[in-house]
């Protein structure tokens, strides 16, 4: 099997896997540090003869997770600067026109890489879909807001950067650049959200999956400039491109991690605006350029409308946010009340709503029905309903497994179901969050109705539409309903 492919900047050197030829850590972009800190992507420079790609490249500068939940989400730092790297698993080199997808990380903008196990392409090979991973920018370096004296929202450009790669390389993969998917979850669903409404990412793409994210969450400059500000006052330098690239990467990451943990902590709306909700000080800017607007806006406006897309939650999304770390028990009737408000939701009518389903839920326990909802699945809802009437069709889904991990309070929480997308349920770091017998039937159907999308754009289930709403469920009961918890979704009618 061919293992050696040559690309526009020159012949990279891949492993047979399997049924997979992966080849990791290719440069789509030169490395952004020295006079390239703080800019927009470049093309990575070219090299003389063979590169050894047959593992995995730098990752970006990023903090550890918090406890807990480092021990249940795979984090894996390889050092170095050419961090704008990706990595690619094909069939076959030699194929041709095969369907490929792009995979874009998540991690709250402040974690993760391409290099994740459960993220390994063999599967998705194995079934004829040339897999890509990609790194970008995080933090700091991929959406800190400089105003002039910077691009912004450098971590998107990173993502426009891979798909230019990817349109003008795959081929020689196997892959066909006129049928590209990309997919990602949580901050890698917003993303994609992002780049549906984004003019300079139009024509990459002609399907978009978005797992448990979606286009509502987004800062305005005004915040974002406010957050710049914070973070150079923190580090006592000038909010300049030059004083920033001079404070060594580590002192940075820890400043930009103890600004997150201070907006998380201590929600002041008078400091931190629109991030008093949502605590993600690191997100994608409305900039008016490279983000025109609040994605979701820009889609209901018909961005992306020729587009299909994918898009869905877990059931229990936040409970990853508040089980492992016992917070969920320590949240008191006045905390979910103030919770509400700040959702802009009635909470006398919300409470009884969620009660009705959860008798002897605990106020935590309705904190986790209610911030699901708010971050997670009524976005997804607003996304598919603004592309009603688009040619481009619209698929909905909810992953409802229940984790038996945490004495079973974990449910089918945020993240659960990238094991099962990828049918990687044996892979490194999978088994503190799904357990030791997560299910293979149903990893089994749910990687082939995503293989499906990627092929053909339809992954098995009607499209939704506004008159009956189906929604495919994947877990215990699977199957196709129609709009699930309509009563908890009308109650969030009024919130954008």
């Given at each position: 099997?061919?293992?050696?492919?040559?690309?526009?900047?020159?012949?990279?050197?891949?492993?047979?896997?399997?049924?997979?030829?992966?080849?990791?850590?290719?440069?789509?972009?030169?490395?952004?540090?020295?006079?390239?800190?703080?800019?927009?992507p470049?093309?990575?420079?070219?090299?003389?003869?063979?590169?050894?790609?047959t593992?995995?490249?730098?990752?970006?500068?990023?903090?550890?997770?918090?406890?807990?939940?480092?021990?249940?989400?795979?984090?894996?730092?390889?050092?170095?600067?050419?961090v704008?790297?990706?990595?690619?698993?094909?069939?076959?080199?030699?194929?041709?026109?095969?369907?490929?997808?792009?995979?874009?990380h998540?991690?709250?903008?402040?974690?993760?890489?391409?290099?994740?196990?459960q993220y390994?392409?063999?599967?998705?090979?194995?079934?004829?879909?040339?897999?890509?991973?990609?790194?970008?920018?995080?933090?700091?370096?991929?959406?800190?807001?400089?105003?002039d004296?910077?691009?912004?929202n450098?971590?998107?450009?990173?993502?426009?950067?891979?798909?230019?790669?990817?349109?003008?390389?795959?081929?020689?993969?196997?892959?066909?650049?006129?049928?590209?998917?990309?997919?990602?979850?949580?901050?890698g669903?917003?993303s994609?959200?992002?780049?549906l409404?984004?003019?300079?990412?139009?024509?990459?793409?002609?399907?978009?999956?978005a797992?448990?994210?979606?286009?509502?969450h987004?800062?305005?400059?005004?915040?974002?400039?406010?957050?710049?500000?914070?973070?150079?006052?923190r580090?006592?330098?000038?909010?300049?491109?030059?004083?920033?690239?001079?404070?060594?990467?580590?002192?940075?990451?820890?400043?930009?991690?103890?600004?997150?943990?201070?907006?998380?902590?201590?929600?002041?709306?008078?400091?931190?605006?629109?991030?008093?909700?949502?605590?993600?000080?690191?997100?994608p800017?409305?900039?008016?350029?490279?983000l025109?607007?609040?994605?979701?806006?820009?889609?209901?406006?018909?961005?992306?409308?020729?587009?299909?897309?994918?898009?869905?939650?877990?059931?229990?999304?936040?409970?990853?946010?508040?089980?492992?770390?016992?917070?969920?028990?320590?949240?008191?009737?006045?905390?979910l009340?103030l919770?509400?408000?700040?959702?802009?939701?009635?909470?006398?009518?919300?409470?009884?709503a969620?009660?009705?389903?959860?008798?002897?839920?605990?106020?935590?326990?309705?904190?986790?029905?209610?911030?699901?909802d708010?971050?997670?699945?009524?976005?997804?809802?607003?996304?598919?309903?603004?592309?009603?009437?688009?040619?481009?069709?619209?698929?909905?889904?909810?992953?409802?497994?229940?984790?038996?991990?945490f004495?079973?309070?974990?449910?089918?929480?945020?993240a659960?179901?990238?094991?099962?997308?990828?049918?990687?349920?044996?892979?490194?770091?999978?088994e503190?969050?799904?357990?030791?017998?997560?299910?293979?039937?149903?990893?089994?159907?749910?990687?082939?109705?995503?293989?499906?999308?990627v092929?053909?754009?339809?992954?098995?289930?009607?499209?939704?539409?506004?008159?009956?709403?189906?929604?495919?469920?994947?877990?215990?009961?699977?199957?196709?309903?129609t709009?699930?918890?309509?009563?908890?979704?009308?109650?969030?009618?009024?919130?954008?």
């Amino acid at each position: 099997m061919q293992l050696e492919v040559v690309t526009t900047s020159g012949t990279v050197r891949g492993t047979a896997v399997g049924p997979a030829v992966a080849f990791k850590g290719i440069p789509y972009a030169a490395p952004p540090f020295g006079d390239l800190r703080f800019a927009a992507p470049v093309p990575a420079p070219r090299w003389d003869g063979v590169r050894d790609c047959t593992a995995y490249g730098p990752t970006a500068p990023k903090p550890p997770y918090p406890a807990p939940v480092d021990l249940l989400l795979p984090e894996p730092v390889v050092p170095g600067e050419d961090v704008l790297n990706l990595n690619v698993w094909t069939p076959d080199p030699a194929a041709d026109g095969l369907p490929v997808l792009v995979w874009i990380h998540g991690g709250a903008f402040v974690n993760g890489s391409g290099a994740v196990p459960q993220y390994d392409g063999t599967a998705f090979a194995r079934d004829g879909v040339v897999l890509v991973t990609i790194n970008y920018r995080l933090g700091v370096d991929g959406f800190l807001h400089f105003d002039d004296d910077g691009p912004a929202n450098r971590g998107l450009l990173d993502q426009v950067a891979a798909l230019e790669w990817v349109r003008d390389n795959i081929a020689a993969f196997g892959g066909d650049p006129g049928t590209v998917t990309i997919a990602g979850e949580s901050a890698g669903a917003m993303s994609v959200t992002s780049l549906l409404s984004m003019p300079r990412a139009a024509g990459l793409f002609g399907r978009a999956v978005a797992q448990s994210g979606a286009g509502h969450h987004a800062l305005s400059s005004g915040t974002a400039r406010r957050v710049a500000g914070y973070l150079a006052e923190r580090l006592g330098v000038p909010l300049t491109r030059e004083a920033l690239a001079a404070v060594p990467i580590q002192q940075l990451v820890t400043a930009q991690r103890a600004l997150s943990q201070e907006a998380a902590t201590v929600p002041d709306p008078a400091r931190w605006g629109e991030i008093t909700v949502n605590a993600m000080v690191w997100e994608p800017v409305i900039d008016g350029d490279v983000l025109p607007s609040l994605p979701i806006t820009a889609v209901a406006a018909g961005a992306g409308s020729d587009v299909d897309v994918l898009v869905g939650t877990n059931s229990d999304e936040h409970t990853l946010f508040l089980v492992p770390n016992g917070v969920v028990d320590f949240v008191s009737e006045d905390l979910l009340r103030l919770a509400l408000a700040g959702y802009g939701v009635p909470a006398d009518a919300t409470i009884d709503a969620y009660r009705a389903d959860a008798p002897s839920a605990g106020p935590g326990d309705l904190l986790v029905k209610a911030a699901t909802d708010w971050f997670f699945r009524i976005p997804a809802v607003r996304l598919a309903e603004a592309r009603s009437g688009a040619p481009g069709r619209t698929f909905m889904y909810e992953f409802a497994w229940p984790s038996p991990q945490f004495d079973g309070r974990l449910g089918a929480c945020h993240a659960l179901e990238l094991a099962f997308v990828f049918d990687t349920l044996t892979s490194e770091g999978v088994e503190p969050l799904a357990g030791p017998a997560a299910p293979q039937d149903l990893a089994d159907t749910m990687h082939a109705a995503w293989v499906a999308f990627v092929r053909t754009g339809d992954p098995g289930w009607p499209a939704y539409d506004l008159a009956t709403r189906p929604v495919q469920v994947y877990g215990q009961l699977t199957g196709v309903v129609t709009d699930p918890r309509a009563e908890q979704r009308t109650l969030w009618e009024g919130v954008r």
